[in-house]
Nanobody, 115 residues
Framework: QVQLVESGGGLVQPGGSLRLSCAAS????????MRWYRQAPGKERELVAR???????DYADFVKGRFTIFRNNHKNTVDLQMNSLKLEDTAVYYC?????????WGKGSQVTVSS
């Protein structure tokens, strides 16, 4: 089993920045894809960004140029740097990772963008 724990959420004004972190622990052999999803109230969960073990990343169109995903394979962590935040970025952000043929989720971290 792998546990994912997010941190770094909070309240920020439009145009501000936040950095989310996700730490994986447990029976880890090798994490493959690591991802960040988000879910806003009344909406479906959506993929924000993902990164391969080798560091190749891709992003949803709605965050391109504003968010950056990082990972540290030695520490089994994945971060999401969020800049130029907009009101519509308000959501619960979830960490997600593949380990072997299994997929794991964190419990989420609330990000609220409000003036």
């Amino acid at each position: 089993q792998v546990q994912l724990v997010e941190s770094g959420g909070g309240l920020v004004q439009p145009g501000g920045s936040l950095r989310l972190s996700c730490a994986a622990s447990g029976s880890i052999f090798m994490l493959n894809f690591m991802r960040w999803y988000r879910q806003a109230p009344g909406k479906e969960r959506e993929l924000v960004a993902r990164i391969t073990r080798g560091g190749s990343a891709d992003y949803a169109d709605f965050v391109k140029g504003r968010f950056t995903i990082f990972r540290n394979n030695h520490k089994n962590t994945v971060d999401l740097q969020m800049n130029s935040l907009k009101l519509e970025d308000t959501a619960v952000y979830y960490c997600n990772a593949d380990e072997g043929d299994k997929n794991y989720w964190g419990k989420g971290s609330q990000v609220t963008v409000s003036s």
